[in-house]
């Protein structure tokens, strides 16, 4: 049986997909709510659906390339007209923290790309201040601890994210130091300065990409947006 949580996922993805429109180059989330996501675009294609798929993660790929989505290499396109993806934790400003699934670089770049960026999410992933969710930091590997010395200068104490005992690689062969700064009253401030650290590829903190949140409410089985 589906807990509410899971269903809040699922209602917030059957709204998003309904904004899709035929003929659409369409942004594929990774992590456990956008997965929801393309199984309903599977749906859609199954039902006739002229659509293209750009993935942000192998993981999602080998999922489209399972429920028969068009995939394109983002190097083939311009733009992306409308990415379904999901959030560790977003505020009334649609501030995002986002890479809990491992891929923030290549979301954050799809989402860069995209018109319109929307995020679903279950109810617990609403918070008034970021920070109870640590900020994933990717990291080429050879700055690694250098990058962990920096953030601690900046009071964040980073760890080396860790699967089956080993530093998580991500697909693009990076680190992500999965970084505690406590609360985040000023997450601009923490952007802009994790931008100037050198060995920094990409961080979590999504900061005016999101143009609507898709947020499921189990409770009445229905779904508020934010925007």
């Not at 659409?24 to 599977?42: D, K, P, R």
């Not at 379904?84 to 009334?92: H, L, Q, R, T, V």
């Not at 590997?141 to 250098?146: C, G, Q």
């Amino acid at each position: 049986m589906m807990n509410h949580l899971e269903k809040e996922k699922q209602l917030a993805a059957k709204e998003a997909v309904k904004l899709i429109s035929n003929n659409q180059i369409v942004g594929l989330g990774t992590g456990s709510t956008a997965i929801y996501a393309v199984q309903e675009i599977g749906n859609l294609v199954k039902q006739g659906f002229n659509i293209k798929g750009v993935a942000t993660s192998n993981k999602t790929k080998e999922l489209a390339k399972s429920l028969n989505i068009p995939l394109m290499d983002i190097n083939d396109v311009n733009f992306i007209d409308i990415t379904i993806d999901g959030a560790d934790e977003f505020n009334s400003d649609l501030v995002l923290i986002k890479g809990g699934g491992g891929a923030l670089l290549k979301e954050k770049i799809v989402a860069s790309m995209t018109n319109v960026e929307v995020i679903i999410a279950d109810s617990s992933k609403k918070v008034d201040t970021l920070g109870s969710f640590p900020l994933p930091i990717e990291v080429v590997p050879f700055a690694a601890n250098y990058v962990i010395r920096e953030l601690f200068h900046m009071s964040g104490f980073g760890k080396i994210r860790i699967s089956n005992n080993q530093p998580f690689i991500t697909d693009a062969g990076n680190f992500i130091i999965d970084t505690d700064f406590g609360t985040i009253a000023d997450p601009v401030y923490i952007s802009e300065t994790l931008n100037n650290i050198v060995g920094i590829v990409a961080h979590g903190l999504f900061i005016k990409l999101a143009n609507k949140v898709i947020m499921g409410v189990g409770e009445s089985n229905t779904t508020v947006v934010y925007q």
